[in-house]
């Protein structure tokens, strides 16, 4: 089923219920959501290379390393 045609239906259901199920479904979305996020993360930061370079950006924005984005373009 298309994306379009699942939040159409989503929304026709949402319109229907009660205020207290739509709490709970809001609820029930929201922890969809985040867990969606935390997992994202939980696999960026599983990855050794990553969690490196993510650490080597860090250190290198604390010593003033990088450029603003106005002189990269700039500079393309």
């Known amino acids: 089923m298309k994306n379009a045609k ?4 989503a929304m026709m259901l ?4 009660p205020k207290k199920k739509l709490k709970a479904a809001i609820d029930y ?10 997992d994202a993360t939980h696999e960026l930061t599983s990855n050794a290379e990553i969690v490196k370079s993510l650490e080597r950006a860090e250190a290198d924005e604390k ?14």
């Open 6 to 9: 699942l939040q159409k239906q």
């Open 14 to 17: 949402i319109e229907r219920l």
């Open 29 to 38: 979305m929201t922890y969809l959501y985040d867990k969606e996020a935390w």
């Open 63 to 76: 010593a003033g390393r990088l450029k603003s984005w106005a002189d990269v373009k700039r500079d393309v």
